[in-house]
């Protein structure tokens, strides 16, 4: 039995692998995964939540550039690497666009950065501020790959670390319908009866109520923030999933493997998990993919009405939301940047979900 189902596996991971789109779009989800993970290493602004504003250069179309002075702020910063890593360093320095600067009587004159052709604001601030005087490696120029927002904030830093919301909320959503859905829909094909039909009552119930406004009543009750959201999108999420392991349990509880299983007095826990659930896993696994495009949808969503992620927290949704309006002011790509991510992935998962349906089809 064991060779038989590594045959299987074997068998269904070939004919997976011959499946170009679902291969690319596996790799790309590797990428989006890996950049979600460490998406301060990738992004150019590492403060948390890439959130370094100047306003001054608000709305700057994608390649801009301009000179940065960094003014240090001499505060020691004790985080750690691990959380600098993960959560973005706590930035206490004051970073000012400028256009240009000369060095008069001990000061360092600067001319701040304005646009539209006005002339900045000159001011001047003690050589003493800089370590031994060193202002030369404070001045840098800074360039933006694609431009910047209407808060003058890096695009390209909050794009990558705003991956991490679309991303990660797909696996919660997904673990949270799964432990559900499978629990549920376990019990109620399995025992049937009044069980199943309380169950299905539920599962019609919760199915009625359209899931955007399911998510909103949710995300109310348990307060706007991060993994409420999170929690809110997989708690709409496993009635799919109930619904197919009811009925694949429906379909195999009377087959022999399972007759011969309750002979031997095995008790119903064990039936289930080790004979039943093994043997349905495809269909379960293949409406995993597409929930999880779901859940990104969903998510962005609720950050586009304003009650997903909170500010400064970066998210796509979000990101959409802050900027559609510049759609009509020459500035499209503020709002199309982020729609196109979150259409990438969103295809990556449904594109995987239809090659492993593929794979793992027994009849093809």
């Known amino acids: 039995m064991g060779k038989r189902n590594s045959s299987l596996s074997q068998l269904a991971l070939q004919k997976f692998k011959k499946n170009l789109w679902g291969v690319l779009s596996f790799w790309f989800i590797v990428l989006v995964g890996l950049i979600s993970i460490f998406a301060y290493v990738f992004a150019p602004d590492d403060s948390q939540n890439a959130n370094q504003m100047h306003l001054s250069i608000h709305s700057k179309k994608p390649g ?3 000179q940065m002075l960094t003014i240090p702020s001499h505060l020691e910063n004790d985080q750690s690497f691990f959380s600098m890593l993960f959560f973005g360093t706590e930035n206490t320095d004051t970073e000012i666009p400028i256009t240009n600067y000369k060095v008069e009587n001990e000061q360092l ?30 001045i840098k120029e800074k360039r933006f790959p694609f431009g910047t927002d209407k808060y003058g904030r890096d695009y390209l830093s909050r794009i990558l670390i705003g991956a991490r919301i679309s991303f990660f909320i797909g696996f919660i959503a997904v673990f949270i319908s799964l432990v559900i859905g499978i ?14 039909a309380f169950i299905m009552w539920i599962i019609n119930v919760t199915w009625s109520i359209p899931t955007l406004l399911l998510v909103i009543a949710i995300t109310l009750a348990l ?25 694949q349990i429906i379909s195999v ?15 119903d826990f064990r039936i289930i998990s080790r004979h039943i659930l093994p043997n349905i896993m495809a269909p379960v696994i293949v409406i995993s993919a597409a929930n999880f495009a779901a859940a990104i949808l969903v998510e962005s969503g609720l950050s586009f009405l304003g009650i997903g992620a909170q500010p400064p927290m970066a998210s796509w949704g979000a990101m959409i939301k802050d900027h559609y309006n510049y759609i009509i002011l020459g500035k499209p790509y503020l709002a199309l940047i982020p729609g196109l991510c979150i259409m990438l992935l969103v295809m ?17």
């Open 183 to 196: 629990f549920m829909g376990s019990v109620a094909g399995y025992f049937g009866g009044k069980i199943d």
């Open 64 to 66: 801009f550039k301009v």
């Open 109 to 138: 004159v600067y001319t701040e950065y304005a646009s539209d052709g006005l002339e900045g604001v000159i001011k001047q601030i003690p050589l003493t501020n800089f370590p031994e005087g060193n202002y030369q490696k404070f």
């Open 253 to 267: 509880k009377e087959m022999q493997y399972v007759t011969a299983a309750r002979a031997l007095g095995f008790d």
């Open 223 to 247: 307060g706007k923030g991060f993994w409420q959201v999170f929690i809110a999108v997989g708690l709409t999420m496993w009635v799919e999933v109930a619904r197919v392991v009811r009925g």
């Open 348 to 364: 990556a998962f449904m594109l995987i979900g239809n090659a492993l349906r593929d794979a793992l089809d027994v009849k093809g």
